[in-house]
């Protein structure tokens, strides 16, 4: 697994990992997350629905990673991929089969 996170603008890598085949799909994970924040942020012109970017601003406002401890309860991973910045992620870095993406998109976005 490569170790990256998206950090207001910049993207760290861990250098340990750069041979690693994931490391492309990591990039684009975390580039995503610098357009959604960009959307949600600054109003850059885009054709995603009013819900995603609510959704986007929300979850933004709200981020957990695993083991984060919320009023008791502590998050999984399956908790984290659910997030609705992290499914739109996964999805545009191929991180996620279909399968998955689909289904916690209707579930999330309630289609």
Known sequence: MVEM????????????????????ETVAHELYHA???DVVTWAIPHREPATVVYAWRQN???YYTPGSVV???????TDY?????EIGAFWFSGGLDDRYYVGAWYGYYGK
């Open 5 to 24: 996170e998206y950090i207001s603008a910049i993207i760290v890598v861990n250098v340990a990992y750069v041979n690693d085949y994931s490391v492309l």
């Open 81 to 85: 991929y659910n997030q609705a910045v």
């Open 35 to 37: 357009y959604q924040e």
């Open 71 to 77: 009023n008791g309860y502590t998050w999984g991973y």
């Open 60 to 62: 933004f406002s709200n």
